[in-house]
């Protein structure tokens, strides 16, 4: 059975720091894209981050500067460095893997499987 199971989330005051990991299993996801995306109270699922199968690296313009994404060599481990918090970050952040291997999608269609969510939450 795939799974994905994020963790890390929790309540921070503006400007601190996070970290999120999400742990993969079930089959391979040495070839996968992994990626990050996150849903605010009445808003829609948007796209944060990615991280191709050979590394390379995509970030949505609000986070870039802030927010790292990486991942273990298996594939299996993906973790999302944020630093300097603010509010509007608060949300649902999602782990989720795509099986189109190449490149850094955007698109939550191009994602085959999605973890539960973990909750970060930014106060003032």
């Known amino acids: 059975q795939v799974r994905l199971v994020e963790a890390g989330g929790g309540l921070v005051q503006a400007g601190d720091s996070l970290r999120l990991s999400c742990a993969a299993s079930?089959?391979?996801?040495?070839?996968?894209?992994m990626g990050w995306f996150r849903q605010a109270p009445g808003k829609d699922r948007e796209f944060v981050t990615a991280?191709?199968?050979?590394?390379?690296?995509a970030y949505v313009d609000s986070v870039k500067g802030r927010f790292t994404i990486s991942r273990n060599i298996a594939g299996n481990m993906v973790a999302l460095q944020m630093n300097s918090l603010k509010l509007e970050d608060t949300a649902v952040y999602y782990c989720?893997?795509?099986?189109?291997?190449?490149?850094?999608?955007?698109?939550?269609?191009?994602?085959?499987?999605w973890g539960q969510g973990t909750q970060v939450t930014v106060s003032s």
């Open positions: 991280i191709s199968r050979d590394g390379g690296t």
């Open positions: 989720a893997a795509s099986a189109t291997g190449w490149g850094t999608p955007r698109r939550s269609s191009d994602y085959n499987y």
């Open positions: 079930g089959r391979s996801f040495r070839n996968d894209a």
